[in-house]
């Protein structure tokens, strides 16, 4: 027998699948259910960034109440929103949601910088106001400059449990800075946004094995 846990986010609720297979035959169960969504503070938008780990957490102790005692872990949730981190691996800041409204004219402010044509053939993504790239162009660049990792929430979801800081190349995609010819960031953008190529994670693809929930967590929540 074989188990395998999808955590499901998306911008209003969130769910934890466990999927087993037996003799080549899948079956799929809710295990927990959570709602989501962002909150308006001081003009902007953010995540509860917090709130959806414990939730991840809520859910592994669930399945593990039920007797299951290995496993594999995969997370899904939206995709351009993004988590700024210290060299100590702490947050900067509260995560951002797409839908502030910081970016609503900055899609005009790139193109003089650089012709939308030239970014949609460097990236294949359509112009979008809240794709990454122009999320941030809008950050404060004092902050993005103290920035030494710059991860998407679902990474930095896998950081958390892991303690492994990745970016994983499909949901990478969607930050329209990944050059379609390279598979890597490009570096016209990067320089745009005056942001080092180091400032992201190693690039990973979809599937590969991140590594196993660190030792703290197993001892904390027994798992």
């Not at 959806?52 to 949730?77: E, S, W």
């Not at 797409?98 to 970014?119: G, N």
């Not at 990236?123 to 998407?152: M, R």
Request: proline letters at 1%; charged letters at 25%.
């Amino acid at each position: 027998m074989n188990n395998h846990i999808a955590v499901d986010i998306g911008a209003s609720s969130g769910r934890f699948v466990l999927g087993t297979v037996v003799d080549g035959v899948l079956s799929m169960e809710d295990i927990h259910r959570f709602s989501n969504g962002f909150t308006e503070r001081d003009g902007s938008c953010f995540w509860d960034i917090d709130y959806l780990y414990d939730q991840i957490l809520a859910g592994l102790k669930k399945v593990r109440a039920r007797g299951i005692t290995k496993c594999t872990l995969g997370i899904d949730t939206w995709a351009v929103d993004y988590v700024l981190l210290d060299a100590e691996g702490n947050r900067l800041q509260d995560v951002y949601a797409y839908r502030d409204r910081r970016t609503d004219h900055v899609m005009e402010e790139v193109a003089k910088h650089i012709s939308p044509a030239i970014v949609y053939q460097k990236t294949g993504i359509q112009q979008l106001t809240f794709n990454t790239l122009y999320q941030l162009y809008a950050h404060d660049k004092e902050e993005l400059a103290k920035a030494d990792q710059i991860l998407l929430v679902p990474d930095y979801l896998y950081y958390r449990l892991s303690g492994r800081k990745i970016n994983e190349v499909t949901n990478a995609s969607t930050t329209q800075l990944l050059n379609l010819a390279t598979r890597e960031y490009d570096q016209d953008l990067l320089a745009l946004l005056h942001i080092k190529r180091e400032q992201f994670a190693e690039l990973t693809e979809p599937g590969e094995v991140i590594g196993f929930i660190s030792d703290s967590l197993v001892q904390q929540y027994d798992l």
